[in-house]
């Protein structure tokens, strides 16, 4: 799990640098943006999953 916050945490920066030098709506942004909503819902399902058991 701790691999996957500090994934999530350099995917975010990444997307916040790209956004800021090629705006929020270019290809690479939106491209690092899913990957990005990809890694907080596999989080999200981690963290469901602990509570679970």
Do not use: H, P
């Amino acid at each position: 799990m701790l691999k996957l916050k500090r994934e999530i945490e350099l995917v975010r920066s990444k997307m916040i640098e790209v956004a800021s030098v090629n705006g929020f709506t270019s290809k690479e942004s939106i491209q690092i943006s899913r990957k990005l909503d990809t890694l907080l819902n596999m989080y999200q399902m981690v963290l469901e999953n602990r509570t679970k058991t």
